[in-house]
Nanobody
Framework: QVQLVESGGGLVQAGGSLRLSCAAS????????MGWYRQAPGRQRELVAA???????NYADSVKGRFTISRDNAKNTVYLQMNSLTPEDTAVYRC????????????????WGQGTQVTVSS
């Protein structure tokens, strides 16, 4: 069974920084992409940033230049460095592992973390 464990959320003032971490554990052969989504109350879930196993990254326009995603493939861990935070960044952030294979020829599955709250005060 694959599990994603997130850490690093919390309360921060506007202009501050937080670093989120997400570690995938269990029997893992490969992971295609790992990323972060967020959902604020009354809003749809949106992709914040994602990183493929090859290092290609993708960011939401609203976080470009402020957030940086990185990944340690050996540790099956993804990080999200969030700088210059604003109250609009307040949301539950959930880690996603896309295209996970537990063995070489097993089917791919997606997994989600439970989420971590990020609150930015003005």
């Amino acid at each position: 069974q694959v599990q994603l464990v997130e850490s690093g959320g919390g309360l921060v003032q506007a202009g501050g920084s937080l670093r989120l971490s997400c570690a995938a554990s269990g029997s893992i052969f490969s992971i295609n992409a790992m990323g972060w989504y967020r959902q604020a109350p009354g809003r749809q879930r949106e992709l914040v940033a994602a990183c493929t196993s090859g290092g290609s990254t993708n960011y939401a326009d609203s976080v470009k230049g402020r957030f940086t995603i990185s990944r340690d493939n050996a540790k099956n861990t993804v990080y999200l460095q969030m700088n210059s935070l604003t109250p609009e960044d307040t949301a539950v952030y959930r880690c996603n592992a896309d295209g996970v294979k537990v063995r070489r020829y097993s089917p791919r599955r997606d997994y989600w973390g439970q989420g971590t709250q990020v609150t930015v005060s003005s």
